[in-house]
């Protein structure tokens, strides 16, 4: 059973890792945009600063959540005898949870820029993607999308 906890640890905070991160990327395109026609604006980046997008979980924090307080409590259940082994069962299942918790909201963060955009038009906008291609000030680019779906391309 005790080599089983290190495994299962590893196992459990690796699968808290799984938010789809792929939609906050410039170069990905949802189902429901494909085969539709898009606008294209130009302009030149303003400003630019390093950001991190917070990915919503598949799991809803349940497998960060959960999986902590079980392995906190098994850990746990491994301590003293009596009553003050119930005592660290209870402690490290909460421990853990909160840990595991944790865990999944780094394992889910995105690297994103937070681009400040002034079109030919002389309006500004600021989009906020995953920081998957290198853009500085000045540089000149495409904004691709409608409505509330911007998204920043290389010109």
Excluded: F, W
């Amino acid at each position: 059973m005790k080599r089983l906890l290190p495994v299962a640890a590893l196992s459990i905070l690796t699968l808290a890792g799984c938010a789809n991160t792929a939609p906050y990327s410039g170069d990905v395109y949802r189902g429901n945009q494909a085969q539709t026609g898009q606008s294209v604006a130009y302009g030149t980046i303003v400003a630019i600063r390093p950001v991190q997008i917070q990915a919503d979980s598949r799991a809803g924090g349940l497998l960060g959540t959960g999986g902590g307080a079980i392995i906190g409590g098994l850990l746990g259940s491994q301590v003293g005898g009596g009553s003050g082994r119930q005592l660290a069962t209870v402690a490290g299942a909460l421990g853990g949870s909160v840990a595991g918790s944790a865990a999944e909201d780094r394992a889910n963060r995105v690297s994103a820029l937070e681009m400040e955009i002034r079109r030919d038009d002389g309006t500004d906008v600021v989009v906020v993607q995953r920081a998957d291609h290198q853009y500085q000030a000045g540089q000149r680019v495409r904004l691709i999308g409608s409505g509330g779906n911007l998204s920043v391309a290389p010109y």
